[in-house]
Structure formats: structure tokens, C-alpha cells
């Protein structure tokens, strides 16, 4: 079509230096179009490629529906290939919902092997000396398309959709794509305040930047739903009607908590983005790359510093625990080189545990006889260390402090990543050898 090609969806092929792609991950409820959403905007941007084929890459496309039987696209990543969900339901006795998290969550364990891949085919690489020669350049993917499962609470709130979300945001701008169904939600104010609901949850919960995508608007407009939004008292006065035409049915409450819950989210509305689109005509497509374009700026200039803050503040955590760790490891050896008789204790006999009752009945004699006689007869009774020997520290008791100072020494390197880790290892055994 045309019409869906007059925009270009992306500015990167533009700018001199690469950028790294937008994931636009869709979000929605079941029926609300979200895989035809997904099959739409796949075939927008290879429309796109074929059009500039030097400047322009195909989108690099991921499946997280394990319950799918089939897509109307092809995927790059795709959790069937590694997960079965029937045969998780089976082994682990399941519903259909149960299968699809338990699915994700055994998908999740891969999610290092997900992102390198990701990195590796999205992100531009240090060349090498070889490869700066060359004047051939790969052109990388402008956008990753994440189809979720239509479950929406699956994905939203289990600990593996939070995991396969933060991964995404740590290395690539990303975006949440709300699929809205029109003509569903604008039947009634509250299927409408129940929708915007969602996506406040949705928008707060994932703490990423969110584009409302009103679909099948070949079927009923979306300028019901957006006045309702922009306008309160266009809300008011629906919510008004169908009060006059419900009244028998006792809606007075409902439509009080609906009027209180518009003016709560008013301030919501004003920082969304919102766009109608059609999936089946593909009318609307090039405003929502429009609209994604401005919130990947949105995320580089507000969403990323926040993340980078609560990752300053997890790697500050981690500091204070390791530092606490040592203490304890420490406190840890004392206790174990008093048990031992090690260190300074070794003057002392270690305790061996008897094998019977008779051993142990003599045993005890034997410790009454050492503290009766001071250790008399050669019994090997407790050895009061003299104070010249107090004074001068033993080897075992220097051996201690060298070691908790190297440990501290190799735990502060480490944190400089594999090569520091390597190089406090190194030391660690120089310095023992």
C-alpha cells in the first residue's frame, strides 16, 4: 500500500552512527487483535526494506506465545522451539494458564542466551582490524517486534515477564504497545474505564514508556474513546446517558466510581500517547512508528537515567553485602580455628568424637582428671600460654590477616568484570605460592 509506505518508520538509517533499535513489545487482551496488530506492523516494515534495501533491515521478531498453534509471521526467536506447552501441562499436571507461565518461566532461564543472540544480530560490534578494511557495513534491524501471550496477566505479572522486560530495557530502548479492541471498549463507559485501568497498572508496573494503539478501526472509529479521554465532560455526559437508560438496574454506584475514577486519571491520559490504527487495512501505521520514534526519545531522555539510578543502587547493595560477607567469613574462621585448636588455640588437644558408650564414659573421665590435676602425668591438659607467646601474633593468626586482606583486595577488583576477576585470581595464588 502506499499509504503505508509514504513515511519512513525509522530515522536511523539516516543518521551517520548506527543507534541501537526500538523493542516494541504488544500488549493485549485476548481478541483485541494483537497478533494481526503484530503481522500488520511486521509486513510494514519489510514493505519498508523492500522499498530501501541499502539503508533499511527486516525487523528482528520474537514469539513469547508457547499456546500458539501458528502466526502469520515469521519469528526469529521463538519460545516453541525450545519450550512444549502440552508436554508442560503434562509433566507438571497444569491448566492452560498454569502451562503458559510455567513455559515462560522455563524460558526465562535462557534469557543470557536470548540477549547475546539479541546483542549479537542487533547492536552494532567492535570491528576488528580486518573487518575496518572492508567497505562492506551491515545494516542492523530498526525496530524488535515481541508478540506476548494473550493471557495478559501472565505476562504482566509473573516474575518471568518482569525478567524478559528488564533484560530488554537494559540493553535496547523499549516500548509497550497496549492493543486496545474499539468497538468493545467503547460500547460502554465501564468496559472503557476498566481498559484504562490496565494500562495505568500495566504502565506503572513495567515503568517503560506506553503507546495506547486503539485497533480495528475499520469497524467502529476511535474518537469516542479519545474524547473521552481529552474530554472529561464529554465522559460525564456519556456516563450521564446511560445512567437515564440503566436507571432501573441500579447503576448509581457504578457510575459514581466511574466519574471519581475519570478525574483521577485525567492526569494519566494527558501523558499517553494514543493512536488509532486498522490491522486489517493498515490504516494508521505510520503514526504509531511516528509515535514510537517519540517515545524511544522519551526513554533515552527519561526512563533510561532512572533505570541507571536503581542500577547504581542494586550495585551499591551488592557492595554493602559483599563487605558484610567478608566480616562473617572472618567471624567464621575464628570460630572455626577455636574449634580446630588451630592459631593461636593449638596449644590445646582437638576433642575426637567417641565411637561408644564405654569411650565416651572414658573420655569424660579424662577431662575430669585434666581439670582436677592441672594436666598431670603427661595427659596433655590444657596449656596456659605465657605472655610473651600473647604478645607475638602467631603464622596462623598472620596467615588469617593476609588472607582477608587479599579476599577484600580480589572482591574490589572484581567488580571491574572478567578480565579484573581474572587478574585478583592470579594474585590470590601468587601470593599463597
Not at 440503566?246 to 447503576?251: A, K, L, M, N, Q
Not at 492526569?267 to 509515535?291: C, H, K, Q
Not at 532512572?306 to 567469613?329: I, L, N
Not at 596433655?380 to 605472655?387: C, M, N, S
Request: aromatic share 6%.
Amino acid at each position: 500500500m502506499a499509504s503505508t509506505t509514504s513515511n519512513p518508520p525509522s530515522a536511523s538509517a539516516q543518521q551517520p552512527q548506527p543507534q541501537a533499535p526500538v523493542a516494541i513489545i504488544c500488549i493485549g487482551m485476548a481478541g483485541s487483535g494483537k497478533t494481526t496488530f503484530m503481522q500488520r506492523i511486521n509486513a510494514h516494515l519489510h514493505q519498508h526494506h523492500q522499498h530501501h534495501p541499502t539503508t533499511t533491515a527486516p525487523p528482528y521478531v520474537l514469539n513469547l506465545d508457547p499456546a500458539v498453534r501458528s502466526v502469520p509471521f515469521e519469528s526469529n526467536i521463538d519460545i516453541r522451539d525450545s519450550v512444549n506447552y502440552k508436554e508442560v501441562m503434562k509433566q507438571y499436571n497444569l491448566g492452560p494458564n498454569g502451562g503458559i507461565l510455567t513455559s515462560l518461566n522455563l524460558f526465562s532461564t535462557k534469557i543470557d542466551q536470548v540477549m547475546g543472540l539479541l546483542e549479537k544480530r542487533c547492536l552494532p560490534q567492535p570491528a576488528s582490524q580486518t573487518q575496518q578494511q572492508e567497505t562492506k557495513t551491515d545494516i542492523l534491524p530498526s525496530h524488535i517486534l515481541i508478540d506476548t501471550p494473550g493471557q495478559i496477566e501472565v505476562f504482566v505479572w509473573s516474575a518471568s515477564g518482569a525478567i524478559l522486560l528488564s533484560a530488554l530495557a537494559s540493553s535496547f530502548p523499549t516500548v509497550i504497545a497496549y492493543i486496545i479492541d474499539t468497538p468493545r471498549t467503547t460500547e460502554n463507559t465501564s468496559t472503557f474505564m476498566s481498559n484504562m485501568l490496565y494500562a495505568i497498572s500495566i504502565l506503572y508496573k513495567t515503568r517503560l514508556p506506553m503507546i495506547l494503539v486503539f485497533n480495528k478501526t475499520d469497524v467502529k472509529a476511535e474518537t469516542d474513546a479519545v474524547e473521552w479521554m481529552r474530554d472529561f465532560e464529554a465522559f460525564q455526559a456519556a456516563l450521564k446517558k446511560e445512567e437515564e437508560e440503566h436507571e432501573r438496574e441500579g447503576s448509581g454506584y457504578m457510575g459514581s466510581l466511574l466519574n471519581s475514577m475519570s478525574l483521577v486519571l485525567e492526569e494519566f491520559y494527558n501523558a499517553l500517547s494514543v493512536v488509532g490504527v486498522s490491522s486489517m487495512t493498515g490504516v494508521g501505521i505510520p503514526l504509531f512508528f511516528d509515535a514510537v520514534e517519540a517515545k524511544r526519545a522519551e526513554f533515552e531522555r527519561d526512563y533510561r537515567p532512572e533505570m541507571q539510578r536503581r542500577r547504581a543502587d542494586a550495585e551499591g547493595m551488592k557492595a554493602e553485602m559483599r563487605e558484610k560477607e567478608v566480616s562473617r567469613m572472618m567471624r567464621d574462621m575464628n570460630v572455626s580455628s577455636k574449634a580446630k585448636g588451630t592459631g593461636k588455640y593449638a596449644g590445646g588437644r582437638v576433642r575426637e568424637e567417641p565411637e561408644t558408650v564405654s569411650d565416651a564414659e572414658a573420655m569424660s573421665e579424662d577431662e575430669e582428671g585434666d581439670y582436677e590435676g592441672g594436666g598431670g602425668g603427661g595427659g596433655g591438659g590444657l596449656v596456659e600460654p605465657d605472655e610473651h607467646e600473647e604478645a607475638e601474633p602467631s603464622e596462623d593468626a598472620m596467615f588469617e590477616e593476609g588472607l582477608k586482606a587479599r579476599y577484600e583486595a580480589a572482591l574490589r577488583e572484581q567488580q571491574g568484570g572478567p578480565a579484573a576477576a581474572a587478574r585478583s585470581a592470579d594474585y590470590i595464588r601468587r601470593s599463597q605460592g
